[in-house]
T-cell receptor
Framework: NAGVTQTPKFQVLKTGQSMTLQCAQDMNHEYMSWYRQDPGMGLRLIHYSVGAGITDQGEVPNGYNVSRSTTEDFPLRLLSAAPSQTSVYFC??????????FGEGSRLTVL | SQELEQSPQSLIVQEGKNLTINCTSSKTLYGLYWYKQKYGEGLIFLMMLQKGGEEKSHEKITAKLDEKKQQSSLHITASQPSHAGIYLCGAYPSRGRSNYQLIWGAGTKLIIKP
């Protein structure tokens, strides 16, 4: 079972560059989400989706875009990267029982 | 807005000793998760508590939810090196959006001394 797969695991960007973090799950979960994790701050919700074609903002959505064209995929786009977006990003999906399944994380550095 | 505070922030425990980690909310808790994270890895599900007074155990880890105290505790008995990592609690801030927007504590870093 692959579970939740995130790519890439590591990325270095220059300020102003764009990139997409990929997230895929093979458990047919309707709910998917993106978090960022910063030292001393815990996980903060960026965007989430309750099904294909439906997305909504979380706590810290600015600077990030998402789309959900299929149940399996939930990519996170940074349109113009800023140093403040240096963080570890986690994608998660949620089962019908309420358990969250997390990817292994993507470590992003913006110079 | 609701906040979750974990205590202690870090903990060094001799192997074999018991320990407790707390997660305290500024508002009423409506369900709570405990996850464990190792450096460079994802988050591993430990337990989900949904009702006040609920207590769950898995191997040597027990978690309780005290809604009146707006607190959950995670207790590890006879700690082992495999218990080392960062423990995170997450909770739903309100019933209205309870299924969608979890909030999280900053984590408790646990080190086990051999």
């Amino acid at each position: 079972n692959a579970g939740v797969t995130q790519t890439p695991k590591f990325q270095v960007l220059k300020t102003g560059q764009s990139m997409t973090l990929q997230c895929a799950q093979d458990m047919n979960h309707e709910y998917m989400s993106w978090y960022r994790q910063d030292p001393g701050m815990g996980l903060r919700l960026i965007h989430y989706s309750v099904g294909a074609g439906i997305t909504d903002q979380g706590e810290v959505p600015n600077g990030y875009n998402v789309s959900r064209s299929t149940t399996e995929d939930f990519p996170l786009r940074l349109l113009s990267a800023a140093p403040s977006q240096t963080s570890v990003y986690f994608c998660a999906s949620k089962s019908g029982h309420g358990e969250l399944f997390f990817g292994e994380g993507s470590r992003l550095t913006v110079l | 807005s609701q906040e979750l505070e974990q205590s202690p922030q870090s903990l060094i425990v001799q192997e074999g000793k018991n320990l407790t980690i707390n997660c305290t909310s500024s508002k009423t808790l409506y369900g709570l998760y405990w996850y464990k994270q190792k450096y460079g890895e994802g988050l591993i599900f430990l337990m989900m508590l949904q009702k006040g007074g609920e207590e769950k155990s898995h191997e040597k880890i027990t978690a309780k939810l005290d809604e009146k105290k707006q607190q959950s505790s995670l207790h590890i008995t006879a700690s082992q090196p495999s218990h080392a990592g960062i423990y995170l609690c997450g909770a739903y801030p309100s019933r209205g959006r309870s299924n969608y927007q979890l909030i999280w504590g900053a984590g408790t870093k646990l080190i086990i001394k051999p």
